[in-house]
């Protein structure tokens, strides 16, 4: 029995950790060190992380602060107006009398700005006797809107190092949303910032955490991240990932995990805890190395992308298959004994060998498993190719890698204590396992097979597994029961997957979709409205054509092997009154799924790391980015900015 429960993964353990078993308990810290190693060179020295300064003093070093962390700008709705805060590195100041504020187009006005302190007086070399602000300030804008929705206001400012440099002048525009405008008179209202251009900072909302927990994109993670001190983004990021448990990102790697802690012999909780830590570290180290590549090669450095390919999606998933047939008792995989053997006794001198194994396999689950680009990774990414700051991308990746990577750690652990030492029963659990990750196969090529074959795929695991169960056997005991009770629910759900194949369905976890739907179901030829398009030349075309329409353009990326671009286009764009809004836009889908090198060329043009996303472009074909959405987005939310699009617009 304890050499059937080994031989399951032993072969595949046996050749990763003949990689990583030099690393043996110490390749997670050995890898850190590596991996901070070129931040610490290329950003000389951290500044004080409790104080929030993520930035280095000149003091430090002959090179000069980049203007947006020697000034960081963030900005609050504030009742009748809007109050924005400079946090001013030591060292640095800004000056009074080059602070503008000024409302594009006649929609809006400013009152006179209120200043949070009063300045100090300069004889300044550059512009003679002024006022300056060497500490943090505040400026508050009272804001009365005339008509219209929304209004810009943009801010100008200009500061200076004491150590001799004077910053250019900088320019920051804010999208102001009027949320009084159905008001029988116009007045002094509150705004509500949206978004900031021209590389602005942080859209206030006052409370970060209520802001991070409230984010529909990309964008915002960005904007958070050029404000935020470290520890809170380490904290916040952290909390992220655990949010990410029951998505995409992380669902696909629980059986994994647990097949790794079946195929041990006798497994403790402590063993299954440093089995289970291993692999997550091995993810979490992975995620901050992208973000560390990101840094140093920009939007490039894009290595999930690469291989969501087709020959590596479908290799893994034979990889996963073989696995789960070796998890039956069809096959015991092993490699030739000498070899074996020869790679056991190696292995074995260092203690810790099969951590190492486990260590790289979720280093490797990392990039292939986790299929999705999503809002946190995206907005981390953009942060980082557009500051080079790969310190501060570097680390909340690899917090976010933790969280996800906590109730992986949960499951190991309560798997671990749970399992039975011997008996037929975990035969049975073995065999559980094997068809979990021949769920993870199906569930890989699902981005590459039409949602037909995909449904009826599901449906014959799960009635394979429902079979297997007893669902058609006499049940004698309690426990024998209990398991035929599972196993008749699991039937009568493979049978509804097989009608919801063949009524149109595409969602294995709602498969009577198709028939409860009925004549509501959106025809092929609505759902088709979208132009597609792979490179940047037939995405300029079609943005011509879209400026002689005189029509707003909705840019869709999407691959075939992204989950969440087929949830949108399932559950958002297949909705009725998002069809009917989309009608006034001119449709455009730039699919990357084959990732050549036009593809390549039309994800950097825009600075994305992958799809999905969603940008928007003006009557002018020029993106308006503050409505770019990067990661998943919830209906009622998309729809709410396609309306305010076409009311900005009319």
Not at 17 to 28: D, G, H, K
Not at 68 to 80: H, S
Not at 245 to 257: K, S
Not at 358 to 366: E, L, N, P, Q, R
Request: aromatic content about 8%; glycine content about 8%; proline content about 5%.
């Amino acid at each position: 029995m304890q050499a059937q429960n080994t031989h399951s993964i032993d072969w595949l353990m046996t050749l990763t950790r003949a990689l990583f078993t030099p690393f043996s308990f110490t390749a997670p810290l050995t890898l850190l060190l590596i991996l901070l190693l070129p931040v610490a060179t290329t950003t000389a020295s951290a500044a004080d992380i409790f104080a929030g300064n993520t930035s280095l003093s000149p003091a430090f070093g002959s090179e000069f602060l980049p203007v947006n962390q020697a000034f960081v700008l963030t900005d609050t709705p504030a009742k009748g107006g809007l109050r924005l805060t400079w946090k001013i590195t030591p060292g640095h100041y800004l000056y009074k009398e080059r602070m503008a504020f000024s409302v594009t187009g006649s929609n809006a006005s400013l009152g006179e700005p209120e200043f949070s302190i009063e300045g100090e007086r300069k004889n300044d070399p550059h512009f003679g006797k002024v006022t300056v602000f060497h500490s943090d300030v505040s400026v508050f804008l009272p804001v009365y809107f005339n008509s219209g929705t929304e209004a810009t206001i943009k801010a100008r400012y200009q500061g200076c190092a004491d150590a001799g440099l004077c910053y250019p002048p900088q320019i920051r525009s804010l999208l102001i949303l009027n949320e009084s405008a159905s008001a029988a008179t116009a007045g002094l209202t509150p705004a509500r910032v949206t978004g900031m251009t021209s590389g602005g900072h942080a859209a206030g909302t006052g409370d970060k955490l209520t802001e991070l927990a409230s984010l529909d994109s990309a964008n915002s993670i960005t904007q958070f991240l050029q404000s935020a001190s470290l520890i809170m983004i380490a904290g916040l990021f952290f909390l992220l990932g655990i949010g990410l448990t029951f998505t995409p990102c992380v669902f696909p790697m629980i059986p994994i995990v647990s097949s790794i802690i079946v195929g041990q012999t006798n497994p403790t909780v402590i063993r299954s805890s440093l089995l289970s830590l291993s692999y997550v570290l091995g993810m979490a180290i992975t995620y901050s190395l992208a973000g560390v590549a990101t840094g140093l090669l920009g939007a490039g450095a894009n290595a999930q992308a690469i291989l969501q390919s087709e020959p590596t999606l479908i290799g893994f998933a034979v990889l996963f298959s073989i696995l789960a047939l070796a998890m039956f008792g069809v096959y015991e995989l092993q490699l030739p004994t000498g070899l074996r053997d020869k790679l056991t006794a190696t292995s074995n001198k260092l203690s810790g060998g099969q951590l190492g194994a486990v260590f790289g396999i979720g280093a490797t689950s990392a990039l292939i498993v986790s299929p999705c680009v999503s809002a946190p990774l995206a907005g981390s990414l953009v942060y980082i190719s557009t500051t080079e700051d790969a310190l501060i991308g570097g680390i909340a990746l690899f917090m976010l890698g933790l969280g996800m990577g906590v109730p992986l750690i949960a499951v190991a652990i309560g798997g671990g204590k749970l399992l039975p030492k011997a008996g037929a029963w975990m035969d049975t659990i073995k065999q559980v396992f094997g068809f979990l990750l021949l769920g993870v196969a199906i569930w890989l090529l699902s981005r590459l097979l039409s949602d037909f074959v995909v449904m009826l795929s599901w449906a014959f695991l799960i009635g394979t597994m429902a079979v297997v169960l007893g669902a058609l056997e006499a049940a004698e005991t309690a426990p024998q029961r209990v398991v035929k009770a599972i196993a008749l629910f699991l039937f009568i759900y493979a049978i509804m997957l097989i009608i919801g194949a063949f009524s149109q369905a595409s969602d294995p976890l709602n498969p009577l979709s198709g028939v409860t739907a009925g004549d509501n179901r959106p025809a092929v030829s609505e759902q088709s409205d979208f132009v597609t398009i792979t490179s940047s030349k037939e995405l300029t075309l079609q943005l011509q054509q879209s400026t002689r329409s005189g029509k707003l353009t909705l840019v869709d990326f999407y691959a075939d092997w992204c989950v969440s671009c087929k949830e949108i286009q399932k559950k958002i764009f297949a909705a009725p009154d998002i069809r009917q809004t989309l009608a006034n836009f001119h449709l455009i889908k730039a699919d990357v799924t084959r990732n050549s090198p036009e593809n390549i060329a039309l994800l950097k043009q825009f600075d994305l790391f992958g799809p999905p996303a969603l940008l928007f472009f003006d009557k002018n074909g020029s993106e308006i980015k503050t409505m770019r959405i990067q990661g998943d987005i919830s209906k009622v939310a998309f729809l709410h900015i396609l309306n305010t699009m076409l009311g900005s617009d009319g």
